[in-house]
């Protein structure tokens, strides 16, 4: 089970940071990834890391401004995001399965099969 956290309603150019807790596996196996959605349109995905947190690839529409990070040891990952804008306002989704590296082929939703069940981050201009 993954278990998302810390969203909440943020002034433009402010910062959130949302964590998503693993129970029932270690995180250490796996590709992890942050996905966001917006009422009718896709879930699309943002970024993910590698199972061991080397190595972290990001969607144009948040580089530079968001890090992905985690901590194995507290079954836990991470996303930091600074500078938001009113377009990031969305439902953010953690997304898990097996793997190492990660890159844009897990930019993709059926790459995963473990999800965490959202929180909302409201950006307010």
């Known amino acids: 089970q993954l278990q998302a956290s810390g969203g909440g309603l943020v002034q433009a150019g402010g910062s959130l940071r949302l964590s998503c807790a693993a129970s029932?596996?270690?995180?250490?196996?796996?590709?992890m990834g942050w996905f966001r959605q917006v009422p009718g349109k896709e879930r699309v995905a943002i970024s993910c890391?590698?199972?061991?947190?080397?190595?972290?690839y990001y969607a144009d529409s948040v580089k530079g401004r968001f890090t992905f990070s985690r901590d194995n040891a507290k079954n836990t990952v991470y996303l930091q995001m600074n500078s938001l804008k009113p377009e990031d306002t969305a439902v953010y989704y953690c997304?898990?399965?097996?793997?190492?590296?990660?890159?844009?082929?897990?930019?993709?939703?059926?790459?995963?099969?473990?999800w965490g069940q959202g929180t909302q981050v409201t950006v307010s201009s």
């Open positions: 997304a898990a399965d097996r793997g190492s590296q990660c890159g844009s082929g897990w930019f993709v939703r059926r790459k995963y099969n473990y």
């Open positions: 890391i590698s199972s061991s947190g080397i190595h972290t």
């Open positions: 029932g596996f270690t995180l250490d196996y796996y590709v």
